[in-house]
């Protein structure tokens, strides 16, 4: 018999004690009606739209905060980036660094901008820059890119989904040719087959220049998808234009060993003065650090190994316009720390999800934009050099927050600078 944790009590035990049969069944039944806050049909900005929408919240206060006169004279900017649209959040943003880069298109030293809302993270990365500034710079490398869509197709049975996979392979050139009307960016890269009994997944892997690309991979994908719809041989019993092999915002063990995004490695070499300096600890003790993490994540189930990639990655993407839940397969990655034959830290970081543009999506914003711009980094021709800085700023906060708890300093920092 299962051994029963009398200490643990959760919500749906107190309700059995708390609440009767039908008191429970009547908070939970539906309720129909006319909702009282209904919102305007159109979800597009204007001014007309907007006088609606907050007649329904009704509330003077609130409509001064979020749409205070900046925001309504630069309202009509947001068309293309949000729906239903009442106003703008203020995020704090830092700044960190210098940063210094010495990348395959990243080149100089970079003042990184963060936005975010807790305290000690700005610190933390700002300490590492200047550790990693002080060692001559992170070394960084871009390994490789693409980004992915994957319709999945059913059939009645195997024999069907080999015929069909049969003549896809002959396809690649129709394909291409596609894909690439919707876009004058995009360019198919290649198509992978995978095939689980009777299903066909079909993976789009696409180069989107200095976009991120999600939405052109899906729309370029789309009319790939329509094309097989009504002209191949074998008809699929259903089929849909992703069926989830993509790594699409979520952590996936295969992007873990491929690529969605950019795919980036950075490293150091610092001396064990430095370390001391910086840090207040030793490379031997952050080397100890790293072998027993790494035994813990391995038994979490974590994938990847890291500290914490999401902290530089969400609040970096939401400063200059990223899509911030990428931050959800973005933060996968490892990082490695050994001493090296001088005696000092070698320190990597490999994220292999980097979803990051410097066109497109939120860059153009106003204050996206000044972010992008304080880096030099807004524009065409940017995107991997932004990844690069992206992946030195990640192994700047691993070395930083290593660094704090070998010296016994993480929960004092937070502490201090938190002030709660």
Known sequence: MPKINLHRRD???????????ETLQQKLAPRFGRPQKRLTPSPYISDK????????IDNPEWQALLL????REQAELYNKNIEYFIGTVNVPVGVAGPLRVNGLF?????????????AALVASYHRGSQLLTAAGGASAMLLNEGVTRTPGFA????????QFVAWAVTQY?????????????GKLKDININIEGNHVYLVFEYLTGDASGQNMVTIATNAVFEFIMHNSPIEPE????????????????????SVRGKKVTAEANIPAELIEKYLHTTPEKMMQFAQMTTVGGTLSGTIGINGHYANALAALYIACGQDAACVAESAVGMTRLEINRDGGLYASVTLPNIMVGTVGGGTGLPTQKACLEMMGL???????????VAAALCLAGELSIVGAFCAGHFSRAHHKLARD
């Open 106 to 118: 990243a080149e100089g030293d970079y003042l990184v901008p963060l936005a975010t809302t807790e």
């Open 238 to 257: 259903f089929a849909f234009l992703d069926g989830n092999l993509s790594g699409d915002k979520k952590a996936t063990a295969q992007t873990l060993r």
């Open 68 to 71: 205070d006169d900046v925001t």
């Open 49 to 56: 739209n907007l006088e609606r929408r907050w007649s329904k």
């Open 11 to 21: 919500h749906a035990s107190a309700l059995a004690n708390e609440m009767s049969p």
């Open 155 to 162: 059939f009645y049975n195997l024999a069907e989904a080999g």
């Open 173 to 185: 050139a129709q394909f291409k040719q596609i894909a690439e009307s919707t876009t004058s960016h």
């Open 378 to 388: 807004h524009g065409n021709g940017q995107s991997q050099a932004l990844a690069e």
